[in-house]
């Protein structure tokens, strides 16, 4: 486990320019952005703001057009392409705000498929995780057949699943009532808090707030201080 | 990986049951084309391949069996000549004169004040071998007499079957009425059956009158049979040619199945193509509707690599699946086929059925390129869009 404090994440001067039309759009603009271990970061903004390109550079899903992003002390900016799957893997968890788990599967084996080892032995191992996420009696229903808040628990479960330094949440919540909104914020929570996991969660929803222990406002491709951030 | 391509399947079984019916259906193609290659060839290849003729001894231009177009003397001083040379020649355990004649025979269905009827017409080739050697005769005799005097004809029971020819029906070749006195096997030609008649008979019918169409030689045993053809040829090189056993029925197999390998090349060329489009095109819908799920595979950290192995499974399950209905229903309908259609003939070899099944799994995995080509293509950042 990654030490308390220390930065899992690190985006040194980041810019992304999307240019297919030949009308350059600027989604992010040099921006730097930090999380330890043991944090939950809340980043907020309006739509077109630059929140999931940040998330999904920050997860090694698509490369910036500028500046460097380590996870975990390596820069994953100058690894090859071919090796960015292993470290999403190992490194990183990513929870999505439609859920994303594979309706055929149970949500056992939506936990155990990102797993390495011999199926019998990955089931074990996601049991674990999704009992430990208070879900165990419904390890062996299709997702069709789950609430939205136990869907999210799995996909918790299954971003867990490698144990990874990094969790990356995008609007995690906002297909929630309240009452399981609470209950993913709390088990998000918990995974900074108790495991040491850095957590980025990207949210529209202002109730996120008061489970973050920052907040930042990402408006143009660049931080900004918000309107409506009450306090960080 | 098993597990999520075989849950993935088992999400979507009629378009699995479709894919592998499909492809089912092609491999029983392939199977059947095969195994009447296999059946043809062997039925053709038979008669000469299990005669005791060692050495086929033709005219020039002539060289198999079916193609008779060979014409020896029988009679005058070259005839003299040669069976002199036959007779005295310490190699040769036995030899005799061997007509073949591809001809129309006619079966004689009634007889009433006097009038007769003609019925069925049968494709027959008619051969006139001599009964005191065998040579060029009946392979098995299954019924009646395995000789044939003066009047007297031996079916192949392929013929029997196909015509309802019994023992002591009359039939008409020739000009002239023969009396079925016995049946035999291994003269079936698959098109054609042989009818075998006396060697001279045959000859007065034909109106070869000093003439047949093969010399059939026996050799004793140990005797090298090329050698012996080369020798004969060399006596006599502007008028004759030889042939081993093993290339007259080369050569007769090629006749028949020589014009029909390049159709059947490219039939199966076709199934081929069928099957394989039919696998590529239910992997691929199949790889649309799930893109989004191999986008969240790419996403949380899988590689091109995996998931391209879980389109080839995929691929693979679904044509294997197929290759084992295909193959199952090939050995049930095939002896039901050949009971209905006796030219039907087929054999099929587990050589063959290893073949179609690594031609099935080429199929699989070249069904696999195209949504391969798409999941290269996809965007894991997609799946965080709605």
Same mark, same amino acid.
């Given at each position: 486990m990654t030490q308390p404090s220390q930065p899992v994440l690190v985006m040194e001067k980041v810019s992304k320019v999307f240019d297919e039309t030949g009308d350059?759009?600027?989604?992010?603009?040099s921006v730097d952005f930090n999380v330890n271990a043991g944090e939950v970061c809340l980043l907020m903004g309006p739509s077109g703001s630059g929140k999931t390109t940040l998330l999904t550079i920050a997860g090694a899903l698509q490369r910036p057009t500028a500046g460097r992003v380590f996870i975990d002390g390596t820069e994953v900016t100058a690894v090859d392409q071919s090796d960015l799957p292993a470290i999403r893997k190992s490194k990183v968890g990513f929870i999505f705000q439609h859920f994303n788990l594979i309706p055929a599967l149970t949500a056992l084996d939506n936990v155990a498929l990102v797993m390495s080892g011999g199926l019998k032995e990955r089931r074990g191992r996601a049991l674990e995780l999704i009992e430990s996420l208070g879900l165990g009696h419904r390890a062996r229903t299709r997702p069709r057949h789950l609430s939205g808040g136990e869907k999210q628990r799995v996909a918790i479960a299954r971003a867990l699943a490698n144990d990874p330094v990094l969790i990356l949440a995008d609007e995690p919540v906002s297909n929630l009532d309240a009452a399981r909104l609470g209950e993913v914020l709390t088990q998000l929570r918990r995974l900074a808090y108790d495991l040491g996991k850095a957590v980025v969660i990207i949210s529209h929803d202002h109730r996120v707030q008061e489970f973050a222990t920052r907040t930042l406002w990402l408006e143009d491709g660049r931080f900004q201080d918000g309107p409506h951030i009450l306090g960080n | 990986m098993l597990l999520l391509t075989r849950e993935n399947l088992l999400t979507e079984k009629t378009r699995l049951a479709l894919s592998v019916s499909g492809i089912a259906l092609t491999v029983l193609l392939i199977t059947m084309l095969v195994a009447l290659y296999r059946g043809w060839d062997e039925k053709v290849g038979t008669f000469v391949a299990q005669s005791s003729v060692d050495v086929w001894v033709t005219s020039p231009g002539a060289r198999d069996?079916?193609? +008779? +177009?060979s014409l020896l003397p029988v009679e005058g001083p070259d005839a003299v000549d040669a069976h002199a040379y036959l007779n005295d020649h310490e190699a040769v355990a036995a030899w005799s004169p061997l007509i073949v004649r591809p001809m129309d025979v006619w079966r004689i269905e009634a007889v009433v004040d006097g009038s007769e009827k003609q019925g069925q017409r049968i494709d027959a080739l008619f051969i006139g071998f001599d009964p005191l050697t065998g040579l060029g005769g009946p392979l098995r005799v299954v019924e009646g007499r395995g000789d044939a005097w003066f009047g007297e004809i031996i079916v192949d029971s392929a013929l029997s079957q196909r015509y309802g020819v019994e023992i002591g029906d009359v039939l008409r070749a020739a000009g002239k009425d023969w009396t079925v006195v016995g049946k035999s096997q291994g003269g079936d030609f698959v098109g054609t059956q042989t009818v075998f008649a006396h060697h001279d008979h045959a000859q007065a019918a034909l109106g070869m009158v000093g003439a047949t169409t093969f010399y059939a030689v026996s050799l004793v045993d140990g005797t090298d049979a090329r050698e012996f053809a080369d020798e004969i040829v060399e006596r006599a090189p502007d008028e004759i040619v030889a042939y081993t056993r093993d290339e007259f029925a080369g050569n007769t197999r090629e006749r028949v199945l020589g014009d029909v390998l390049p159709l059947l090349v490219v039939v199966l060329g076709l199934a081929f193509v069928v099957g394989m489009t039919v696998a590529g095109l239910t992997v691929y819908t199949s790889t649309v509707a799930h893109s989004r799920e191999y986008g969240i595979l790419k996403a949380v950290g899988f590689g091109d690599g995996y998931l391209y192995r879980l389109v080839v499974e995929k691929s693979v399950i679904m044509t294997v699946l197929g290759f084992g209905a295909g193959i199952l229903v090939a050995f049930a309908i095939a002896p039901l086929i050949t009971n209905y259609v006796p030219q039907f003939v087929v054999h099929i070899r587990w050589q063959d059925v290893c073949g179609i099944f690594g031609a099935t799994l080429v199929m699989a995995v070249a069904a696999a390129y195209l949504p391969i080509r798409r999941i290269a293509d996809l965007d894991p950042v997609s799946v965080f869009a709605a």
């Open positions: 350059p759009v600027h989604a992010l603009d | 069996f079916l193609g +008779a +177009a």
